[in-house]
């Protein structure tokens, strides 16, 4: 059975591993070449090592579905095993875009939590839990979609389920999911993962981050989006707002803001949630 159940940080109410489990689940474009780089949206072979301290244990693909995942486990320390879930396309190489589609916009597709269950990714997480060691699922964007749906149907395998600026999932599925220790974390000003499909989410801890907060600079972001007037007919002389404005938005999207020096990290309710949800793009 799990001998250590300790990942909250007391104080803040966070996931003692977020800020490395950013570093898992969103892309990194720095170093996209680096075999070492320890994001899910750079291909790795299974024994290598990434971020100096996990090896890739299996590899997960299901090529009709677009589904990629990575079990990666600890080479030392007391950390637990983790299912890395990929989100929409790769970075290195750049594919599977067309696949991964049905899962990004339509909530209630499963294609690839079927997926995860052919390929041997579900069998895994139950093979780490009878062996006392249960993993820890992550994912961002329909990496975090697809974490929610496999944690929601298999609920008693999981330690924990950490996923940033996730895709939305069926309403019913969110209502009555009874999965535990769930962490959602959004960037601030976020738009791309309320808008996509118009999902729900499970219930979970859920946290705003950001490096600044709301200072002078995310203001002068905010009214460069709200000028791209989204939600209004499109116009020839607002391409390049829209543009600028894409940019800024598909940064927020993907931007490694934990491991940033001192980031602003705040809880809020589901309430405020279900608002920004309906907000998106006003």
Request: glycine fraction near 8%.
């Amino acid at each position: 059975m799990p001998t250590n159940w300790n990942f909250v940080d007391r104080p803040t109410g966070r996931h003692l591993l977020d800020s490395l489990y950013e570093k898992f689940a969103k892309p990194q474009l720095h170093d996209t070449e680096d075999p070492s780089n320890p994001s899910i949206y750079v291909r790795h072979a299974e024994g290598q090592v990434v971020d100096g301290n996990y090896t890739i244990e299996k590899v997960f693909e299901d090529f009709r579905t677009g589904f990629y995942a990575e079990s990666r486990l600890p080479v030392s320390g007391n950390n637990p095993p983790v299912l890395v879930i990929r989100g929409y396309g790769s970075w290195y190489p750049f594919d599977r875009v067309l696949e991964d589609t049905p899962d990004v916009f339509i909530a209630k597709v499963q294609r690839q939590l079927k997926a995860a269950e052919t390929v041997g990714a579900i069998d895994w997480l139950k093979q780490q839990f009878r062996s006392g060691n249960p993993a820890d699922v992550i994912g961002e964007s329909l990496g975090g979609k697809v974490a929610q749906q496999i944690v929601a149907k298999y609920p008693d395998y999981i330690r924990s389920t950490v996923i940033f600026n996730s895709l939305g999932v069926a309403e019913k599925l969110a209502q009555t999911c009874t999965a535990k220790n769930v962490f959602h974390y959004f960037t601030l000003g976020e738009r791309y993962a309320f808008w996509a499909n118009g999902g729900d989410y499970i219930p979970g801890r859920i946290f705003v981050i950001s490096q600044k907060g709301k200072n002078w600079w995310y203001k002068i972001e905010e009214a460069i989006v709200r000028m791209a007037g989204f939600e209004g007919k499109f116009r020839k002389r607002r391409v390049l707002v829209v543009i600028l404005a894409q940019w800024l938005l598909l940064n927020r999207h993907n931007a490694i803001v934990l491991n940033k020096k001192k980031p602003v990290v705040v809880e809020i309710d589901r309430a405020q949630l279900q608002i920004f949800r309906k907000n998106r793009f006003t």
